[in-house]
């Protein structure tokens, strides 16, 4: 990697004070990698759990939808006991149960299995989307500790310049503006620093509370430069066929055939068998039957004459399907597009970061010039303050650049996520 060639070698102090930065925006003994991250997050995020026992309470709907209709019991006793040849009827018990045209117990289940399946796809595409979000916050601390790291160079640098001018003063070489002018420069750039480390905290708070753990706990990244340089680029033509958003609609899409079938069942008969018993009262008549409890198989046949209602179950199960693929269509649709333009990003990134790097070349030749005429007098120092500071925003840039394309590819990655 192209590295600038400042005024003067990093002393010994400045590399105490690198330290110092990293200790002083969070440490812990043992780093952890994104992967490691992001497994933490789907461990322990509560979007997620929460995600994952609604399908699990969707899936506890297979089985509901899979049992028989509880049977019916019914007593009555009457007041005014009726007559038989018997014996007075005094009392009466009816058991009855219901059963569905063959079938429809399974189109039921199918329904509610499909709907599950739709609801997992959901936590799949969930828990992706907590990826990219961990990703993407791990970007940007990876950033701020880079900035962190150039602000605390660009200090130790204007302290070597306030050395070279205060030098030059002695020699009559330059005025006490010019003393106060790098001081006023170092006090900005402490600010800089502060701010920084209060951005900092804020992207580590957001960082832990994804993974669901002390919003303080410190995240350590032990060479943030390095991991903005990584330029993995991912090739992607086509989206992926089995993307979890595209399931989730596949899955219903399968439900709503069920529900077709289950329609056309629901417009045929229902079945009931059932049992009776009627209690008769013994009044000592002349019979071999006599007072004996009467018991009554019972047999039942739901008449669908109402088709209206039945036509309109089919209807609306055909409309939903028309829905639900002109979501699948929309769907694949969109997820195209946010390809294309996540491409066209990075593409732009990329053209953006030639320019960073053009630029920071152009100025190494600068800044080493200016050293020297700084220190014969032939410069200004607001002139050296000005390129240190535009070095300075390039490398910014330069640095935001990069976390800006890891983020694209994570994008990247996300998209063209497969669900199988």
Known sequence: MFKIQYIKPVSFSTQLLLVAVLLFFGFQMKAQSLEELKTA??????ELKAQYKAFEARLEGVTQAKSWQDPNLSFGY????????????????????????????????????????????????????LYLDVAEKYYDLSALRHIAELE??????????????????????????????????????????????????????????????????PVLIPNPEQILEQKDVMETDSISK?????????????????ERVLAKKQALPQFGVGLDYAIIQDRNVM?????????????????????????????AASLQGESLQFQLENEETQIAAEIQVA???????????????????????ILQLSET????????????????????LYEKQKAKTLADLQKINETLGYLTSNSK
């Open 373 to 392: 005429a700084l220190a014969n007098a032939s410069m200004e120092i607001e002139e050296v303050l000005r390129l240190q500071q535009e070095r300075l």
């Open 242 to 258: 089995n993307h979890p958003r595209l399931e989730a609609i596949r899955n219903l899409q399968e439900s709503n055939k069920a």
């Open 152 to 217: 605390a160079e660009q200090l130790q640098i204007l302290k070597d310049l306030k050395a070279i001018v205060e030098s030059n003063y002695e020699n009559n070489k330059a005025i006490l503006v010019d003393i106060l002018r790098v001081d006023l420069e170092i006090d900005k750039q402490k600010s800089s620093i502060e701010v920084l480390r209060e951005q900092d905290q804020a992207l580590v708070t957001q960082l832990n509370q994804l993974m669901n753990r002390q919003l303080k706990t």
């Open 343 to 365: 491409q066209y990003q990075r593409d732009e990134l990329f053209s953006l970061l030639d320019l960073y790097e053009k630029q920071l070349s152009s100025l190494k030749d």
């Open 287 to 315: 019979a071999a039957d006599a007072g004996q409890d009467a018991i009554m198989p019972m047999l039942s046949v739901s008449l669908p004459i109402f088709g209206k209602k039945n036509k309109s179950r089919k209807k």
């Open 78 to 129: 009457f007041i005014s006991p009726i007559e038989t040849r018997v014996g007075p009827q005094i009392a009466r018990f009816s058991l009855t149960q219901m059963l569905p045209w063959f079938g429809t117990y399974k189109s039921k289940g199918d329904i509610a299995a499909y709907q599950a399946e739709a609801e997992f796809e959901k936590f799949q595409d969930q828990k992706l989307k």
């Open 41 to 46: 997050a789907a461990e322990n995020n509560l």
